[in-house]
């Protein structure tokens, strides 16, 4: 009896359970897969309503849940909003980063990077008008100071993640495979608003194109490339891997 008790007195204290343990581990990964139902939730809300006109009722109906279980974790549909831009850029941008740092010419990092994004973009419309459309500052006046702030640390991060595109078109060009001598600060936005099209596009198109997303993404891509000076050396190069 007294072994079992020094056992007892060597264990950790306050440590719980391996059973306990276990279902809290379990909790963690439902509440982080119920933000992420939230976040698409809310992006399709926002992008479809506009921010203005959307409400916490609304993303909570489509989530299938009580608009009391949203406001448990934002205090405010301007919160909301931020959560869903800042966790759909950092997202993409790593992804972004990952490939504008391979050890391959510019031209073929370039290509990567345009493919992904559009990509991204066709994948992920909802999150992406969103991002668009609280960037731009149409949401600004609905948001607290607080909110306001942090969306505009938002635009700035999204608009370090144009300047991966400009950096890599800078590199292309010094390396041969693009015109030199241009304002590259100008074409990068002009490369990115090409990968943007289906921002545009009517749901008609979109629903016509359900399933396409890589031919589509590449097709972008091969666009905003040709659209940058590309040869069709190099386009049939890039485009025939």
Known sequence: MARATRRDADKPKGRPPRRERNFAAIREVEDGEFRRRILAAAAEIFSTRGFAAASIDEVAKRLGATKGLVYHRYRSKGELLID??????????????????????????????????????????????????????????????????????????????????????????????????????????????????????PPATIAELSGKSDLIARQLAYFAIRGAGASDTTLMEEFSR
């Open 84 to 201: 869903v831009c800042e966790d759909g850029l950092a997202a993409i941008t790593a992804r972004l980063a990952a490939i504008a740092e391979r050890r391959e010419r510019a031209i073929t990092r370039l290509t990567g990077a345009a493919t992904l994004h559009a990509g991204d973009v066709v994948e992920r419309l909802d999150l992406h008008r969103t991002l668009a459309g609280a960037t731009c500052g149409t949401a600004a006046a609905s948001l607290a100071g607080d909110e306001v702030a942090a969306l505009a640390a938002i635009a700035e991060k999204r608009q370090a993640y144009d300047a991966i595109f400009t950096r890599l078109i800078e590199a292309a060009a010094a390396e041969r495979d693009l015109p030199s001598g241009r304002d590259t600060a100008m074409l990068g936005r002009i490369f990115v608003a090409a990968l943007d099209a289906p921002l545009t596009w």
